[in-house]
């Protein structure tokens, strides 16, 4: 920028610093006050305990002594391709699975495994793709048809998450009985694109889960896993690194509601925040590079769609084997990395934390495995180096396909952003 336009832009970036009510400090005092109103009823986020917020040092967690896995720990993680589009309509997505293991004494034969996935939507009706296997030594892979479901800007993301998740669950699946640690898997515990999808699809919404088999496949994938887990009394933890989810906020406004919660001056109080993970940044701001902080747990309720409430795994009720869809909730807590800030969200199934000493562990258990990496567990980056796809990798299966060209986004910047997201209606 030459300097007319940067000085422009300093005189407005002046105009806002200038009036935002409070400064970095008083924000995170005025966060912590309003955290503590999550102890009030309503919203979809209750409280397992009284909410509260704590501090460990690092070389606690290093040498804690009553960690009840201390076998090797297990992470599981899909790369992708990242959806690319072809100039005569195709589109295809493929995402790689594998799971890493670390520990002194651990056995790496796992990780020679992997998943291959392949996603691919095409509404020729003169094509004759149709869904395939094919496998190499250790590595399984398959093409699956997407369905036809009419153009929608949300396609080739709704192609993308399911060539991920299938890869992931299948692979989890395939590899269940060799787990005999807890695995951290990258990502929500359950795969909530997918899982949304089924519960539109029952109450009349349309989704790719309308006519297709495979998000109800995916999300029994995970849930099966979750089961052979818990009958070994070993752990599964979902690591979410980012997230534009706004599930404590809008519970916290609606308990700010529903108790007609006010400041000194009787004013209804303001929650300005608009991303979970901002929020718990606030709250669990600290100075010191030597402690990890975090938060008590949390359950996700149930879901309001149209005047209907729902658990996640409510379409997949009748699969489960310990519990009806309640018992399978997503608990979850928060924690701040001392070095950069960034803030994971920790979540398990209900079931595995519902009691309290439970609880306890496996959030020392994780917090033991994040302080050792100051970053997501070993296992999950073990897991990421080992399945990822590079920019190299892409290119060569990009040009895989000879068929047609590759089209590629020069809109990149958004400058046509406001054009593609109007929906127009016949």
Not at 148 to 175: C, F, M, P, W
Not at 315 to 338: C, K, V
């Amino acid at each position: 920028m030459e300097a007319n336009a940067l000085s422009v832009v300093r005189n407005l970036f002046d105009h806002i610093d200038a009036n935002v009510p409070r400064e970095q400090d008083e924000q995170a005092v005025y966060a912590r006050e309003l955290f503590d109103y999550l102890s009030h009823l309503g919203g979809s986020i209750e409280a397992l305990e009284e909410p509260n917020y704590q501090k460990t040092q690092l070389s606690e967690l290093g040498t804690w002594t009553e960690d009840s896995w201390e076998q090797p720990t297990y992470g599981l993680d899909a790369s992708t391709t990242q959806p690319i589009e072809f100039n005569n309509g195709l589109i295809v997505d493929t995402a790689y699975a594998k799971i890493g293991v670390v520990g002194q004494d651990a056995d790496h034969t796992i990780e020679e495994g992997g998943t291959v996935k392949t996603v691919v939507h095409f509404a020729d009706s003169d094509s004759t793709l149709h869904d395939t296997d094919a496998a190499e030594g250790n590595v399984e892979g398959e093409v699956v048809r997407f369905p036809d479901v009419g153009r929608s800007r949300n396609l080739s993301k709704d192609i993308a998450t399911a060539a991920q998740h299938l890869a992931e669950s299948e692979h989890l699946v395939e590899n269940a009985a060799s787990v005999d640690g807890v695995c951290f898997i990258d990502g929500a515990v359950y795969p909530l694109g997918v899982a949304y999808w089924l519960l539109l699809d029952e109450i009349g919404r349309s989704t790719p889960a309308g006519a297709w088999d495979v998000p109800r496949r995916i999300l029994s994938n995970y849930a099966g896993f979750i089961d052979e887990q818990f009958e070994k009394d070993l752990p599964v933890v979902g690591v979410v690194k980012t997230s534009t989810m706004d599930e404590v906020l809008t519970a916290l406004d609606e308990k700010i509601t529903r108790h007609n919660l006010t400041d000194n001056d009787g004013v209804r109080i303001d929650v300005p925040w608009t991303r979970d993970h901002q929020f718990m940044g606030e709250v669990l701001r600290d100075s010191s590079l030597n402690h990890l902080t975090y938060t008590s747990w949390f359950v996700q309720e149930e879901l309001p769609l149209r005047n209907q409430s729902f658990d996640l795994l409510s379409s997949i009720e009748s699969r489960l084997s310990h519990g009806d869809a309640s018992d399978y909730r997503r608990a979850f807590f928060y924690l701040r990395l001392p070095k950069t800030g960034d803030v994971l969200r920790v979540e398990a199934p209900y079931l595995m934390v519902r009691n309290q000493d439970r609880r306890r562990a496996i959030q020392y258990k994780t917090l033991k495995e994040i302080a050792k990496k100051q970053g997501v567990p070993g296992a999950v980056g073990r897991a990421d180096r080992i399945a990822r796809i590079t920019s190299e990798n892409r290119e060569t299966i990009r040009n895989m396909i000879r068929s047609s060209e590759a089209s590629f986004d020069h809109n990149w910047d958004g400058r046509w952003s406001d054009i593609e997201d109007i929906d127009f209606e016949p």
